[in-house]
């Protein structure tokens, strides 16, 4: 499935959007400088209150459903800082009343890319448009940047279930019961692997693969051809060993009662 583009959307949104942004990231790659570039995304200052929803790492509640009303009416703001350095960034000076947690979500963008939790300014500005069912924005604000489409996608089932929640308390019970479904996952997945390393005779591999021709017995016995390729029986005698036929010039079995027999071990047997 190709980038789905969302040209019809306005790169206002219709709620402000901001962020207090702490100089920690390259300028070049910064996803909230380049939304304040783009005018979507205003800057706040050390000490300017924000009355909208604030996705802050000191949150103690998860954003869900129930703050749709609050994003409208006043917006959305994020802290532009670096993972690494999160302990410098002054929270005292940048509370506001409403500020939330994101909960289990998977990152997109290039530097934390697969990472749970890593989120960049626009994903984590997204995160809460479409958990809030505010779609429209949400895209919007991805489609700012070439890989933002794959941040939806990524986290699509986990946007509608979380979308579908009431409260915190239940975005927190749908982002537990999803964690715990990955871990006995891939449990079972790793139980699966170690049983087939410790089993030898195996009828198939843990990924359901169909055995390969090399899997076939390495005892089987090459088959003799004269000069013209016509198959030539291998006769044996009644202790098994392999009976030899001589050939005359032409390749043809000389039909005789002196036929060399040898046994296993290549040894003429005399008889």
Known sequence: MGKKKYEDEPKEIPFPVAMWDFEHCDPKRCSGKKLVRCGVVANLKVGQRFKGIVMSPKGEFSVSPADRDIVIQNGIAVVDCSWARIDEVPFAKIRSPHERLLPYLVAANPVNYGKPYKL???EALAACCFITGLDDAGHALLSQFGWGHAFYEINSELFKLYSECTDSASVVKVQNQYIAEIEEEYARKKEKVEDYGRNTNHDDDP??????????????????????GNVIEVKRDKLGNIIKQETDAFGNTIENDTAVVTDKLGNIILQ
């Open 120 to 122: 960049n300014c626009v």
């Open 207 to 228: 990924y359901g693969l169909p055995p390969s021709d090399s899997e076939e017995s390495e005892y089987e016995e090459e088959v003799e051809t004269d000069r013209f």
